[in-house]
């Protein structure tokens, strides 16, 4: 929250319709080598792409573009944030999605599908959000907007993992990433219903 409020500038611009764009591309690779994996890659991308219109996309700011636990260091009540080779402006969504799809990542890597796991994302995840908006000064209506924004970047995330892990020969990163698509849009659904 502090860096998205810094006022730091970027060239480097980064929107949904960019990832979107980069979704849609990978599909295309995956519908030539893969074609059931590319066809189910490709109908996953263009629900995140639904999604996305259905939600108020937020002003960009500064923002750190691949945040995730792993570029957080911690010693005692000091912290840091490193790796900014992927800095860019890009609404809040972005970095919130993003670590949100690597926290779940992370969960689901050491549970498995278990319903336990789950919930531990969740609540993890939640707290997370929780503190993000707090720090953020978000009132209810700009913070439900995060949420709904941070989803579409999550899956968004989710989706470039699995495509990453299939371009490395990685099926168990793929597995883990395809797993949490289908929950992830399957818990959008539920919520939108």
């Known amino acids: 929250a502090a860096i998205h409020g810094s006022g730091v500038g970027s060239d480097t611009i980064r929107g949904a319709p960019d990832e979107l764009g980069e979704l849609a ?8 080598c893969s074609p059931l994996l590319g066809n189910a890659f490709s109908g996953w991308a263009d629900e995140v792409a639904l ?6 996309a937020m002003p960009p700011g500064f923002s750190h573009g691949d945040f995730t636990h792993s570029q957080l260091m911690f ?6 944030l490193v790796d900014f080779d992927t ?7 972005l970095d919130v999605g993003h670590f949100l799809a690597h926290l779940r990542l992370a969960v689901r890597k050491r549970t498995g599908p278990s319903p336990g796991g789950s919930e531990l994302a969740e609540r993890l995840g939640m707290r997370f959000l929780h503190a993000y908006m707090e720090t953020a ?4 209506a700009r913070g439900s907007d995060l949420l709904a924004r941070a989803h579409v970047y ?12 299939w371009l490395k020969f990685k099926p ?8 949490l698509i289908r929950d ?3 818990a959008w659904g539920a919520a939108a219903t």
């Open 25 to 32: 591309a990978a599909a295309r690779v995956l519908r030539r």
């Open 137 to 140: 000064g978000l009132d209810e």
């Open 87 to 93: 800095v860019c402006r890009a609404e809040p969504a």
């Open 172 to 179: 168990k990163r793929v597995e883990l990433a395809l797993g």
């Open 51 to 56: 999604l996305e219109t259905a939600t108020i």
């Open 154 to 165: 999550e899956l968004v995330s989710l989706l470039r993992v699995a495509f990453h892990g």
């Open 184 to 186: 992830r849009l399957a």
């Open 75 to 80: 010693d005692g009540t000091r912290f840091a």
